[in-house]
Structure formats: structure tokens, C-alpha cells
């Protein structure tokens, strides 16, 4: 393997984290849940946090664009649908690249349906992944074992948070095992733009969020690191300078100021609500 396939397959691993703790950071962030799951095997959970820990030791890693949620106290707010892309939006995707795009927005979406232990939204969720993973030619990445294991743990709220970190931990390694980093970045973006979206949306504004702030602006430097990766790959996949430009508006807010200040908030807001719209109708 020469340097530049060696430099490659480092930043592939170092974007997969990025996307993987998406889903550690939500499902550790509603308070007041300090209960443990009787019946998800914790030999499985320990599993796939030591996977993830073994990565992040490895490599000095920025933090992810779900960490803001993270430090949202959920605990007085309930689940709203309307937050996530609906069941039904499966049928407008037609293509690879809005397949890929929507399997990790999908994903983001199950993750918080299990925040909440929304067991027939988890399901319902993981079924359309499994579906969108069939029609990219990835469908070994999502087992049955995984459906079942929803089942077995109806009541079970930290087993279906655990069970949704499988679910895209056990997708992205199946991207790195069969070397396929443009369905990778697709679908990293995918989950980029959703948890961004997602927190913009909990935070609402300035004044009631300043406390998640600096969260939200770390992520440029995940988003950086994400667009540097894609720019790696461009030659070998058109549809990942389709979706370079579509991230790049993103990332020229972000490089407009050290901090986030009010105005730079809401054009983030919007420009963020805009782009997922548009990915989730195309």
C-alpha cells in the first residue's frame, strides 16, 4: 500500500469516528436515566464502545457535530416526529448518491427515535436502513439479529440507544472492511447535516442556548475534516463533489468568525435548515 492510499485510509478512520459518536453523544445525553438494561447483553455494548475507544485512541480526533446534542439536557423534552425525515420520504430517493445521502439521515433519526425509547419508531427507522443499505449494495452491513434484538427490548431504553450505536457502528465498518469511501462520505454527510440540524433545532436561538455555543462551533472543525477527506476522493466518485458542494456553504460560515456571535447563529440556522430540506426532498 503506498503513502497516499496509507493517508487515505487513515482519514477514512478518522471521519468514520467523527460519524460514530454521532450516535455514542446522543444516546448519553438524556439526564436523569442512569438505569441499566436487564436484557441488551452488555458484553455487546462494551463491544462496540471499546471499538470506538481503540479509534480514539489512536487518532486526536475534533469533536463531532452531534456533541452539542449531547449537552442538552433532554429531559424535559419530548419526542417530536416532526423533527425527523418522514418514513414515507423513502420513496423520492432514486439514486446512489440521495440514497447514501438519506441512509445517514435515517440513521441519525433512529438514534434519536431511541433517545426517547420510541421502540416502534427504532424499528421502523432500522427497517428503512436496512432497506436504503439493499439498494446501495451494502446490505450485509445491518443483520436481523439487529431487528431482533429491538424486539427483545421493548421497554428497554438504554438497550434501544445501545442497539442504535450498533446499527451504524456495524454500517460505517462494513464501508471500511469492503473499502468503499465514497458511500462512507455519503453517508457521513448525510448524518452531518442531520445532527447539525437536529441541534439547531433544540438550541432554537441565541439567547436560550448560549451554553451550547461553542458546541456548535466546534463542529467546523469536523466539517473541515470531513470536506478534506472527500476532496481526497473526488476523482474515484462524481457524486462526492456533488456533495462537497453542498457542505461547502456550511463550512464559509463557519470560517467567517473565531466564534459563533448572534448573526452567524441564525445564518448557520438557516443555511442548515435549508440544506437538509433540500437533501431530504431530492
Known sequence: MN???????????????????????????????????????????????????TIKQVYHLCPSPAEMIGVIDVSNLHFDSELLNPLSSINKYSDTRSKSLALGIYATDMAYAALFARHEETIDYLDLMRHLAEEIEISDAISEDLFQKVKDNVEEADSLRSISNEAFVSLLFYCERTDSPNTFIMISAGAFVESLYLAVKLADDFKSSAHILSHISDQKYALDNLILFGESLRSMDPNIEAVLMDLRPLQEIYRESETLNPGDFEKLKNETIRLRTRLINS
Open 3 to 53: 503513502q497516499t492510499q496509507n493517508i487515505q485510509r487513515k482519514s477514512l478512520s478518522v471521519s468514520m469516528h467523527l460519524v460514530f459518536v454521532i450516535l455514542l453523544l446522543i444516546s448519553s445525553c438524556k439526564s436523569g436515566d442512569q438505569r441499566k438494561a436487564e436484557s441488551y447483553n452488555d458484553k455487546d455494548a462494551n463491544e462496540i464502545v471499546n471499538r470506538i475507544e
